[in-house]
């Protein structure tokens, strides 16, 4: 069965970069999107970035211009590179994936990588 885990959250300063990945593993037949959310305390999840199967990225406006959302097909992992980073987006990043499997259509989340941005 499928499985997503998600890695590289950590503690950085405000201006500071990470990358997180989400590796897939399991037999997927088709990706028809893959994305990454946060949830900070009491605070519901929230979408960050989005990446079609055919490559169209999307974008919260906390975000643009400072993240980029990318995949490598071949390792059946997608990226979130965050930059200049804001004590606001201290969260647990999950990534989510649209795909079939033997088990059909289906959303996928991993359990989620924490991200603390402070001084």
């Known amino acids: 069965q499928v499985q997503l885990v998600e890695s590289g959250g950590g503690l950085v300063q405000p201006g500071g970069s990470l990358r997180l990945s989400c590796a897939a593993s399991?037999?997927?037949?088709?990706?028809?999107?893959a994305g990454w959310y946060r949830q900070a305390p009491e605070k519901q999840r929230a979408l960050v970035a989005t990446i079609t199967g055919a490559g169209s990225a999307d974008y919260a406006d906390s975000v643009k211009g400072r993240f980029t959302i990318s995949r490598d097909n071949a390792k059946n992992t997608v990226y979130l590179q965050m930059n200049s980073l804001k004590p606001e987006d201290t969260a647990v990043y999950f990534c989510?994936?649209?795909?079939?499997?033997?088990?059909?259509?289906?959303?996928?989340w991993g359990q989620g990588t924490q991200v603390t941005v402070s001084s």
């Open positions: 989510s994936a649209d795909l079939t499997s033997v088990r059909g259509r289906r959303d996928y």
């Open positions: 399991g037999t997927i037949f088709r990706v028809y999107a």
